[in-house]
């Protein structure tokens, strides 16, 4: 079972706080330069996480990073950054694929 949510042009303290939790360079600094204006977050079983982020990035103009977690519990979870209505469509996908009505 996924945990999709979304965010819509993020504040700059939830940015310092990916900026951190991320380690994908290029996605690093379009975040950090203002590029991306909507983030989509993936969590869940590893393998299920990977497939929903390639979903994702095959369904619209987004890119996925890993999103990395800190002890006691380590967070496997993807981010989809991108435009607003790329984001959206990417994860409205991923809820399709996860529900058994999406041609992933």
């Known amino acids: 079972m996924l945990t999709v949510s979304f965010i819509n042009t993020p504040t700059k303290g939830t940015v ?3 900026l951190r939790r991320i380690f994908d360079d290029a ?7 203002g590029l991306i204006t909507a983030i989509g977050f993936i969590q869940g079983p590893i ?3 990977l497939a929903a982020g390639d979903i994702a990035e095959k369904t619209s103009d987004v890119e996925i990073a890993e999103i990395v977690g800190n002890c006691p519990q380590h967070i496997t979870m993807v981010g989809v950054f991108g ?7 990417a994860l409205k ?4 694929w996860e529900k058994g009505t ?3």
Not at 27 to 33: I, S, T
Not at 83 to 89: G, P
């Open 16 to 18: 310092r706080i990916l």
């Open 102 to 104: 999406g041609n992933g």
């Open 27 to 33: 996605v690093k600094e379009k975040l950090n330069n």
């Open 83 to 89: 435009d607003t209505s790329s984001v959206s469509e």
């Open 93 to 96: 996908a991923v809820e399709a």
């Open 47 to 49: 393998a299920t996480v």
